[in-house]
């Protein structure tokens, strides 16, 4: 287990080093001059020059690359155009929206999903597993944002329930900030449940026509043990795998309903940026949250060698 | 006997009904709409579904149906060219991967695992930064976005075919590299890979939709479902009709491009019949 870990480790570390580049070289290669774009039409020469030099874009692009690299292991990615603050500290102010808005769509989508999932697969072909496919079907063809605005139209427009969006902070209450995130955490579920609901099946359905269960069954084993010990444990490899890439879909989603709710996350921080030319920015929430994607995929590897031991010893 | 009758298949055939309803929508507003879908009307503007404007009319006053029908064209450009962009690098990057082996492999394989850590909208983000938003960024950012799994599954059968008889025996025969992955590997890769290709379409429309919404696709005036959800968004207590048509449109399309993809692995799996 220990060189699997070691392993993995090291093509984490590959890897993160591979999102820094790309991130790096769109920022700094392709065509168009950061200092010019930051400047935007009203700069003079001079100032862009200047903005240029401080920015140290004049110096060779792998040495400007190692320089941004390990002020950015060191916390340091840069200063925000806009507001004059480090963008770690952006950051950090706006994970306590996008963060718990991921996690409460996550826990809705697995919630929903692996009781759907598993009573789909003990029903197969029959009505319940038929529904449970059509709903899943339908969850996947409707986009996010759209069930966001439905969700909107239907609970504040029509019975003024709750409010279309906005974001007090959790200091104004825990209740407050969680009914703030109810919705677009649903609308973010919902779709990415639907996913999950067709894995879970297929998992489970593969898994009860295994000889192992048709003996636990003849050996008199209770339905429910049948299922929730033999079969489900033995499921999960797939269902992670499934749910691992998902919590990245999560992330990228919130970005997406935090625009429909107006909620100040680190979506909505980088969409700003964008209208401000605020570079710096969009370079750091990029590179933030492509490395957290790639550490949670990262984990769900990790979780594989822990949920089957043949995968250690390939 | 029943898989070779592709319309016996429920699925199958709802699904390639609902996508041939969608192509015939998207090659009729090229020639046909029932309005200008740009053609602005101060007097007629949010109204709901009426005769003469069976989807209602915009905050302009543009007639939504003659948008949803052109912004089909949008939605299935987008789509294959973003789907051709992924599996043509993808399938570039896993045939020189599971080809070559060795450290080729190791290096480009941790590319690949770094590029799944930007979903289209991440990619597209990084884009606007430096580029104008437009049809051409959401083309990409989502094409760069399929990379990753295109790679895996041509990877994947590379490593599987590389070593077998009729591969060692081509290779025997003086078939040169190039030969060898052209003739005889990568046509024996293609199935995983056209199933893979059919069920990116429909993720590639919901992305085209997820990013004009936000502003980092389409641009205005020109039509696309994504960015007439996001106009509609300030008048949902005026006219809900103007959010409902162009969602239900997407919903439609995908539903029908996910059940046409579904149909298409049942009939092409043995396993699952």
């Given at each position: 287990?220990?060189?699997?870990?070691?392993?993995?480790?090291?093509?984490?570390?590959?890897?993160?080093?591979?999102?820094?580049?790309?991130?790096?070289?769109?920022?700094?290669?392709?065509?168009?001059?950061?200092?010019?774009?930051?400047?935007g039409t009203e700069g003079s020469r001079e100032a862009t020059e200047?903005?240029?030099?401080?920015?140290?874009?004049?110096?060779?692009?792998?040495?400007?690359?190692?320089?941004?690299?390990?002020?950015?292991?060191?916390?340091?990615?840069?200063?925000?155009?806009?507001?004059?603050?480090?963008?770690?500290?952006?950051?950090?102010?706006?994970?306590?929206?996008?963060?718990?808005?991921?996690?409460?769509?996550?826990?809705?989508?697995?919630?929903?999903?692996?009781?759907?999932?598993?009573?789909?697969?003990?029903?197969?072909?029959?009505?319940?597993?038929?529904?449970?496919?059509?709903?899943?079907?339908?969850?996947?063809?409707?986009?996010?944002?759209?069930?966001?605005?439905?969700?909107?139209?239907?609970?504040?427009?029509?019975?003024?329930?709750?409010?279309?969006?906005?974001?007090?902070?959790?200091?104004?209450?825990?209740?407050?900030?969680?009914?703030a995130l109810l919705l677009p955490a649903l609308a973010l579920g919902?779709?990415?449940?639907?996913?999950?609901?067709?894995?879970?099946?297929?998992?489970?359905?593969?898994?009860?026509?295994?000889?192992?269960?048709?003996?636990?069954?003849?050996?008199?084993?209770?339905?429910?043990?049948?299922?929730?010990?033999?079969?489900?444990?033995?499921?999960?490899?797939?269902?992670?795998?499934?749910?691992?890439?998902?919590?990245?879909?999560?992330?990228?989603?919130?970005?997406?309903?935090?625009?429909?709710?107006?909620?100040?996350?680190?979506?909505?921080?980088?969409?700003?940026?964008?209208?401000?030319?605020?570079?710096?920015?969009?370079?750091?929430?990029?590179?933030?949250?492509?490395?957290?994607?790639?550490?949670?995929?990262?984990?769900?590897?990790?979780?594989?060698?822990?949920?089957?031991?043949?995968?250690?010893?390939? | 006997?029943?898989?070779?009758?592709?319309?016996?298949?429920?699925?199958?055939?709802?699904?390639?009904?609902?996508?041939?309803?969608?192509?015939?929508?998207?090659?009729?507003?090229?020639?046909?709409?029932?309005?200008?879908?740009?053609?602005?009307?101060?007097?007629?503007?949010?109204?709901?579904?009426?005769?003469?404007?069976?989807?209602?009319?915009?905050?302009?006053?543009?007639?939504?149906?003659?948008?949803?029908?052109?912004?089909?064209?949008?939605?299935?450009?987008?789509?294959?060219?973003?789907?051709?962009?992924?599996?043509?690098?993808?399938?570039?990057?896993?045939?020189?991967?599971?080809?070559?082996?060795?450290?080729?492999?190791?290096?480009?394989?941790?590319?690949?695992?770094?590029?799944?850590?930007?979903?289209?909208?991440?990619?597209?983000?990084?884009?606007?930064?430096?580029?104008?938003?437009?049809?051409?960024?959401?083309?990409?950012?989502?094409?760069?976005?399929?990379?990753?799994?295109?790679?895996?599954?041509?990877?994947?059968?590379?490593?599987?075919?590389?070593?077998?008889?009729?591969?060692?025996?081509?290779?025997?025969?003086?078939?040169?590299?190039?030969?060898?992955?052209?003739?005889?590997?990568?046509?024996?890769?293609?199935?995983?890979?056209?199933?893979?290709?059919?069920?990116?379409?429909?993720?590639?429309?919901?992305?085209?939709?997820?990013?004009?919404?936000?502003?980092?696709?389409?641009?205005?005036?020109?039509?696309?479902?994504?960015?007439m959800l996001k106009e509609a968004q300030n008048f949902l207590s005026?006219?809900?009709?103007?959010?409902?048509?162009?969602?239900?449109?997407?919903?439609?399309?995908?539903?029908?491009?996910?059940?046409?993809?579904?149909?298409?692995?049942?009939?092409?799996?043995?396993?699952?019949?």
């Amino acid at each position: 287990m220990r060189r699997y870990v070691a392993r993995r480790v090291g093509a984490l570390a590959a890897t993160l080093l591979f999102v820094s580049l790309l991130v790096f070289l769109v920022i700094r290669i392709l065509p168009g001059d950061p200092a010019a774009l930051m400047m935007g039409t009203e700069g003079s020469r001079e100032a862009t020059e200047r903005l240029r030099e401080a920015m140290g874009l004049n110096r060779p692009l792998p040495i400007q690359y190692v320089e941004w690299l390990t002020r950015a292991l060191r916390g340091d990615l840069g200063r925000s155009i806009q507001y004059d603050l480090p963008v770690g500290e952006l950051i950090v102010t706006r994970l306590p929206v996008t963060v718990p808005l991921a996690l409460l769509a996550a826990v809705f989508m697995v919630a929903a999903a692996i009781p759907l999932g598993l009573y789909a697969a003990t029903h197969h072909r029959r009505g319940g597993d038929y529904l449970a496919m059509i709903v899943s079907q339908l969850g996947i063809s409707i986009p996010q944002f759209w069930s966001g605005l439905l969700l909107i139209l239907f609970f504040s427009v029509t019975l003024g329930w709750v409010r279309s969006g906005g974001f007090d902070g959790w200091s104004a209450g825990v209740w407050p900030a969680l009914r703030a995130l109810l919705l677009p955490a649903l609308a973010l579920g919902f779709f990415q449940a639907a996913v999950l609901v067709r894995a879970t099946r297929s998992a489970v359905l593969d898994v009860l026509r295994e000889d192992y269960v048709r003996t636990a069954r003849a050996k008199g084993v209770s339905e429910r043990l049948v299922v929730g010990k033999h079969t489900l444990r033995n499921a999960l490899i797939p269902i992670v795998t499934v749910a691992g890439i998902q919590l990245g879909q999560l992330m990228a989603g919130a970005i997406v309903l935090e625009s429909v709710f107006a909620l100040p996350g680190l979506g909505r921080l980088a969409l700003v940026a964008i209208g401000a030319r605020d570079l710096p920015v969009v370079q750091g929430v990029a590179l933030f949250v492509a490395s957290g994607i790639v550490v949670i995929n990262f984990a769900v590897d990790l979780a594989y060698g822990f949920l089957d031991p043949r995968i250690r010893y390939e | 006997m029943a898989r070779r009758r592709p319309f016996r298949h429920v699925t199958f055939t709802l699904g390639a009904a609902i996508t041939l309803t969608l192509i015939a929508t998207a090659a009729l507003s090229i020639v046909y709409t029932p309005a200008d879908p740009l053609a602005m009307s101060i007097t007629g503007r949010l109204q709901g579904p009426s005769g003469g404007h069976p989807f209602g009319t915009d905050h302009f006053g543009r007639d939504v149906l003659s948008r949803v029908m052109t912004g089909a064209v949008t939605s299935i450009a987008v789509g294959l060219i973003a789907v051709g962009i992924g599996a043509g690098v993808g399938v570039l990057l896993g045939v020189l991967s599971g080809y070559l082996g060795g450290w080729v492999d190791e290096i480009l394989m941790r590319l690949v695992d770094a590029v799944q850590g930007f979903p289209a909208i991440l990619s597209a983000l990084l884009f606007t930064a430096v580029f104008s938003p437009g049809m051409l960024v959401s083309m990409v950012a989502i094409g760069i976005a399929f990379v990753p799994t295109f790679a895996r599954i041509t990877r994947g059968s590379f490593l599987e075919l590389r070593d077998r008889e009729f591969v060692v025996a081509a290779r025997a025969l003086g078939g040169g590299d190039p030969r060898v992955v052209l003739r005889h590997i990568l046509p024996n890769s293609l199935p995983p890979l056209i199933v893979q290709a059919t069920t990116s379409f429909p993720v590639a429309i919901l992305a085209e939709a997820a990013l004009a919404y936000l502003g980092l696709g389409t641009q205005p005036p020109y039509p696309s479902w994504g960015l007439m959800l996001k106009e509609a968004q300030n008048f949902l207590s005026m006219n809900p009709w103007f959010a409902v048509f162009p969602g239900a449109a997407i919903a439609l399309t995908v539903l029908g491009l996910n059940l046409l993809g579904d149909g298409l692995r049942d009939l092409l799996d043995p396993k699952t019949a």
